[in-house]
């Protein structure tokens, strides 16, 4: 009897654990559960703002992924597990487990405000991307408001600045963030290279401010100075689904803590950004890299276990990572080596198109890269 094999979300770790798992169909049952319906490349959302992007590069539907590797789809939301019973439920289904792979990704964190939760925009899908696009096509707006001085933001706030410059606006681009300064825990020469970009870009940082109110399109920070005809894009919190902040078994950072082998116990597994796996003591940030390495790992370790072989540890291959900035200017390391310029700007688009799913996305990622420099 073939074994049911559950994996919860496809993302980048989802997807690359659900391909490994579906080259062994005669011994597996896989079931794929995802809220959406997409994996959309999140890398290359802002782009879609600024760059004009091809959106059709950068989806995969994922029936039409299970289709071709023989697996289940099941279109619901996930909200709760039973690992007593190996079961995963949805609102209308419960789906019994022998093994399960966690690996949904975050969701946008309001921290509670649902006056910001209805009215802000945010950059989480490939439709939000587009929903940004069309607004602000359609709309003038004197003010756009970035909540969030991270990868993300610094990604969107220069892309819609490239799009005001291609089309003429007079709107004024402004982040927002919580902190003392951009980019949370990252190097100090990164933070000041960045900086210096986005200033040249004329996009001013609003340091140790938030966003307290968003009502009639007038955002209101913390200091109470008031931005009238503004569109605010959250991006300033990233938390994980409910079903994994009730889980319970030990977490840091609100990420599950799993053991070498990925493992939350003996049949759970936990990849991507929802999993905390401790390489020298401390956790391994969220990146993509990690996440398709991880569902590599955990697929492994599942087959390996019915063939009656030892699992096998997740080494995690870090190549660095770069701030990409809309002026084809980057900084960050790149195999352990400082970098910044043109050339990691250049790395980010060429990594994104080798990380894309198929040679079609690939080869059109590749050259609408090269002809938007």
């Not at 990868?151 to 799009?163: D, L, M, P, V």
Request: net charge positive; hydrophobic share 40%; with cysteine.
């Amino acid at each position: 009897m073939k074994k049911n094999i559950v994996i919860i979300g496809c993302g980048f770790g989802g997807i690359e654990a659900l391909r490994r798992l579906s080259r062994h169909n005669d011994r597996f049952h896989i079931t794929v559960i995802d809220k959406r319906d997409t994996f959309d490349f999140l890398p290359l959302l802002p782009d879609i703002i600024g760059r004009d992007f091809p959106v059709e590069y950068l989806q995969v539907g994922i029936a039409d992924e299970c289709r071709r590797c023989q697996a289940d789809f099941v279109h619901e939301e996930v909200i709760g597990l039973d690992p007593g019973n190996n079961t995963v439920s949805t609102a209308k289904n419960q789906f019994p487990y022998d093994q399960l792979i966690i690996a949904c990704g975050g969701e946008t964190n309001f921290y509670g405000n649902a006056e910001l939760a209805q009215n802000a925009a945010t950059l989480r899908s490939v439709r939000d991307g587009l929903d940004i696009k069309k607004t602000i096509s359609e709309k003038t707006f004197e003010h756009f408001i970035i909540a969030g001085g991270g990868y993300t933001g610094i990604e969107i706030a220069t892309q819609i600045k490239r799009w005001i410059n291609r089309n003429g606006s007079r709107a004024r681009v402004l982040i927002v963030e919580r902190a003392d300064s951009i980019l949370g825990p990252l190097p100090d020469w990164i933070k000041d290279y960045t900086l210096r970009q986005i200033e040249q870009m004329d996009v001013p940082v609003l340091s140790g401010k938030t966003v307290q109110a968003y009502a009639g399109q007038t955002v209101t920070l913390s200091d109470n100075t008031r931005y009238p005809n503004a569109l605010l894009i959250w991006v300033a919190g990233v938390k994980l689904p409910d079903f994994v902040t009730n889980l319970n078994v030990e977490k840091i950072g609100g990420r599950i803590k799993v053991n070498p082998f990925l493992q939350v116990r003996e049949n759970v597994y936990a990849i991507g950004d929802g999993a905390a796996f401790l390489d020298h003591d401390k956790s391994l940030r969220m990146a993509v890299m990690f996440a398709m390495g991880q569902g590599k790992c955990a697929a492994g370790n599942i087959v390996r276990t019915y063939q009656n072989k030892p699992s096998r540890a997740y080494r995690a291959l870090d190549l660095g990572y770069v701030i990409p900035v809309a002026n084809n200017r980057a900084s960050g390391f790149v195999l352990g080596m400082k970098t910044k310029g043109l050339l990691p700007a250049l790395l980010h688009y060429g990594i994104s198109a080798y990380r894309s799913y198929g040679w079609r996305n690939r080869i059109g990622v590749f050259l609408h890269s090269l002809r938007n420099r």
